[in-house]
T-cell receptor, first 112, second 111 residues
Framework: QKEVEQNSGPLSVPEGAIASLNCTYS??????FFWYRQYSGKSPELIMSIYSNGDKEDGRFTAQLNKASQYVSLLIRDSQPSDSATYLC????????????FGGGTRLMVKP | DVKVTQSSRYLVKRTGEKVFLECVQD?????MFWYRQDPGLGLRLIYF???????EKGDIPEGYSVSREKKERFSLILESASTNQTSMYLC??????????FGQGTRLTVV
């Protein structure tokens, strides 16, 4: 079992809809959780960080963390074609200090 | 803004060559990382450094070594390049417990 898992997609949503991206992790002691956006041919870009249970909102993005279920999600409201990218979940595992482990990413396609 | 700079955007090297990939960050971050990214395999950690001269192996360290003599600089070394090391190499840096910021990437082709 991978330490950080994501559905590879593609996840296709119409413009203006809510896109919901999910990630599960295996290490119950994980401390820090991040979402990255990666456009084709570009480097990953950090878009959200979350450290405690609950929701964290930043503009059209909301990150949700449920440590009991070992689950972190990213909601994108009012999805735009420019949101079409691969979204990577990353976790700092409890037994590895500050080492970041990434999921395989979910490809999101927002159709006009 | 955090800036992480990788020395080359594209590199072509011959099998058996020793290859150096350089990375510099300007945010005084303790942590620096080298990943490689291949289609269908995602981001895989090669090495991680949490302080000068300190390093930890990641998931795929075989065939690679690293050097961190100064806090801002983290080098990845391919001791004897092979064709299966053709990949996109990404350097990143972070503060304690914080998200990492990536360089622009180096696309290495070994022929």
């Amino acid at each position: 079992q991978k330490e950080v898992e994501q559905n590879s997609g593609p996840l296709s949503v119409p413009e203006g809809a809510i896109a919901s991206l999910n990630c599960t992790y295996s290490d119950r002691g994980s401390q820090s959780f991040f979402w990255y956006r990666q456009y084709s041919g570009k480097s990953p870009e950090l878009i959200m960080s979350i450290y405690s249970n609950g929701d964290k909102e930043d503009g059209r993005f909301t990150a949700q963390l449920n440590k009991a279920s070992q689950y972190v999600s990213l909601l994108i409201r009012d999805s735009q074609p420019s949101d079409s990218a691969t979204y990577l979940c990353a976790v700092t595992l409890n037994n590895a200090g500050n080492m970041l482990t990434f999921g395989g990413g979910t490809r999101l396609m927002v159709k006009p | 803004d955090v800036k992480v700079t990788q020395s080359s955007r594209y590199l072509v090297k011959r099998t058996g060559e020793k290859v150096f990939l350089e990375c510099v960050q300007d945010m005084d971050h303790e942590n620096m990382f080298w990943y490689r990214q291949d289609p269908g395999l995602g981001l895989r950690l090669i090495y991680f450094s949490y302080d000068v001269k300190m390093k930890e192996k990641g998931d795929i360290p075989e065939g690679y070594s690293v050097s961190r003599e100064k806090k801002e600089r983290f080098s990845l070394i391919l001791e004897s390049a092979s064709t299966n090391q053709t990949s996109m190499y990404l350097c990143a840096s972070s503060g304690p417990g914080r998200g990492a910021f990536f360089g622009q990437g180096t696309r290495l082709t070994v022929v």
